[in-house]
């Protein structure tokens, strides 16, 4: 799997809500048995949430925010096939994270 390859969410519990999670790893780390993965998930339009913190990624034509302050390793194992990739979309991501770690 490649970093920003996205996939539809494995839990099944928040699936609902949260449609897909994006791998944001290092390919470099491809090794490891976990992803770092991002959720991108549904926010109703009247649900304010910052920008820097939590981006609009699209896939497949959909408007999803990625929440990275909800970033979470997930088996690798669980997560199958790609349903398509962002990397374009990879500075908001980067961003985000930077976000999560230093507040800017």
């Known amino acids: 799997m490649a970093q920003y390859d996205v ?9 609902e809500g949260i449609r897909y999670v994006v ?30 913190l939590c ?10 925010h990625a929440l990275a302050h909800y970033a979470a390793p997930l088996p690798a194992k669980l997560l199958r096939r790609p349903v398509d990739n962002v990397a374009a979309q990879s500075s908001a991501l980067v961003s985000a994270m930077d976000a999560v770690l230093s507040g800017i």
């Open 55 to 64: 981006p609009v990624i699209v896939v497949k034509g959909e408007r999803l």
């Open 7 to 15: 996939f539809t969410n494995p839990s099944s519990s928040s699936a």
């Open 23 to 52: 791998v944001i790893q290092s390919d470099l780390l491809d090794g490891l048995a976990t992803r770092l993965t991002i959720p991108l998930a549904v926010i109703d339009v009247a649900t304010k949430v910052p920008t820097a």
